[in-house]
């Protein structure tokens, strides 16, 4: 009896000493910690673990994705923050440094500096779109925890991202609370305003990796997403 019980104190120790814990998520330079909420920052360590983990994430350089109606392509070089959009619609390129802001666009061939600021935005959009839950530590935003949510009969943690600018209103990330995955995302323009929308963050699939949402079931969102290893230099830099 007494060589039982001390293989099962040896069996409880090593259990306790093997219990795994949730991966801290170094934030990026500029991220305002002093803002964000503790339970909030676990919680978004959790989401990055969930959909592969820092590392597998910082591993990849590019992505492209187009919009759901097939008619954008975008381009995405994560090392160097750059970018590009090529929008069909109105037969129109922007080239963005995601650095410093800087933003150059060119309609129908011919460079056309005053569209800059409707296209930075439309980029941001549709990056938010792609990889919102990946960002939640950079330096764009800070960090709360509003406790939990019921969103078509289930219950989520909720985590609520505040741009540097509180002006440009706020997101929020419903989040599973087994898998951790982000289940719904909602945008609200003003802290007390109503949500402008709130959709689906589903469909996921893994690339590199990484867990991807795309091809979403309301049909808004990112489709044909793909991992580059290489893509030529200067669709970052010609029009």
Same mark, same amino acid.
């Given at each position: 009896m007494k060589i039982i019980y001390g293989l099962f104190l040896v069996g409880l120790v090593l259990g306790c000493s093997t =219990?795994?814990?949730?991966?801290?998520? %170094?934030?990026? +330079?500029? &991220?305002?910690? $002093? @803002?964000?909420?503790?339970?909030?920052?676990q919680l978004a360590d959790s989401v990055m673990q969930a959909l592969g983990g820092r590392s597998n994430w910082d591993k990849i350089r590019f992505i492209t994705w187009k919009s759901q109606d097939g008619l954008t392509t975008y381009y995405w070089d994560k090392s160097k923050r750059r970018a590009r959009m090529e929008d069909g619609i109105?037969?129109?390129?922007?080239?963005?440094?995601?650095?410093?802001?800087?933003?150059?666009?060119?309609?129908?061939?011919? =460079?056309?500096?005053?569209?800059?600021a %409707?296209?930075? +935005?439309? &980029?941001?959009? $549709? @990056?938010?779109?792609l990889a919102l839950p990946f960002l939640t530590k950079s330096q764009n935003f800070s960090l709360l925890?509003?406790?939990?949510?019921?969103?078509?009969?289930q219950r989520y943690n909720s985590l609520v991202l505040v741009?540097?600018?509180?002006?440009?209103?706020?997101?929020?990330?419903?989040?599973?609370?087994t898998a951790k995955l982000v289940r719904y995302w909602s945008y609200y323009p003003a802290a007390a305003a109503p949500a402008e929308f709130i959709l689906p963050f589903d469909n996921y699939e893994k690339q590199s990796d990484i867990l991807f949402s795309g091809n979403r079931s309301a049909g808004q969102g990112p489709t044909s997403i793909k991992v580059e290893a290489e893509l030529a230099d200067k669709l970052f830099t010609e029009f």
């Open positions: =219990e795994k814990k949730e991966p801290v998520v %170094a934030p990026e +330079a500029g &991220f305002n910690l $002093a @803002l964000s909420d503790p339970a909030a920052i109105n037969n129109s390129v922007t080239l963005i440094n995601l650095a410093n802001g800087t933003t150059r666009v060119a309609v129908n061939g011919s =460079e056309n500096p005053a569209n800059a %409707a296209a930075n +935005a439309a &980029f941001s959009r $549709a @990056l938010y779109s925890y509003m406790g939990e949510d019921t969103l078509a009969r741009p540097k600018d509180s002006a440009e209103g706020r997101y929020k990330l419903f989040v599973d609370k």
